[in-house]
């Protein structure tokens, strides 16, 4: 059985929002097939609007998960900040974010590190109408660095770049006369 509670509040003033959040949770497993487990997240945002074409944010979080049958703690933290923009109005836009995060046993049975560059870009080259479709070109780009404090040769820096091609349909139905 999964119980979940989560309470939040955000505001909104001008070209202003931020918000928090704590969640708390818990995995009662009856079959012992996985161990039981509590969670919680506290999470903390703020974002900013320059204009109509730059959007620029900042996140915080805090995790910890403990596991009962397996006598486990771990805590989380991860920070991040992000940004939207608009190059040309309806044609062409991206996004970046920025995150570290930290992942460590409380045993110190492993201890990470991971920051992570994601980068989009979407040209829309047809927009949609009604029954006629609409195309959007997009990039996408994400670069990893994965340190694990315990065990060097498990670091990693993977990277990934996607090209495609999306496409948007909005169908409207005739009424029978």
């Known amino acids: 059985m999964t119980r979940q509670i989560t309470l939040g509040a955000n505001f909104v003033y001008e ?6 959040n ?13 161990p039981d487990s509590e ?26 998960i403990h596991e009962s049958g397996l006598g486990l703690a771990t805590d989380g933290y991860l920070a991040g900040l992000n940004a939207y923009f608009v190059i040309v109005p309806s044609k062409l836009s991206g996004s970046a974010y920025l995150t570290w995060n930290r992942q460590s046993a409380r045993d110190d049975s492993y201890s990470t590190r991971t920051r992570t560059l994601d980068l989009n870009l979407e040209w829309q080259a047809r927009p949609p109408r009604t029954n006629r479709p609409g195309f959007t070109v997009f990039l996408q780009g994400q ?5 694990d404090e315990l065990v060097r040769v498990a670091d990693s820096r993977p990277y ?3 090209v495609g091609v ?3 349909t909005p169908f409207a139905l005739r009424r029978p006369r």
Not at 15 to 20: A, H, M, Q, S, Y
Not at 39 to 64: K, M, P, W
């Open 143 to 147: 670069y990893q660095h994965l340190e």
């Open 166 to 168: 999306t496409m948007d």
């Open 22 to 34: 704590h969640s708390f949770g818990d995995l009662r497993d009856g079959l012992d097939r996985s």
């Open 39 to 64: 969670n919680s997240l506290t999470d903390l945002a703020l974002n900013y609007r320059f204009g109509e074409r730059l959007f620029l944010g900042a996140q915080v979080q805090r995790s910890t």
């Open 160 to 162: 990934r770049v996607f």
């Open 15 to 20: 070209n202003w929002d931020w918000g928090i």
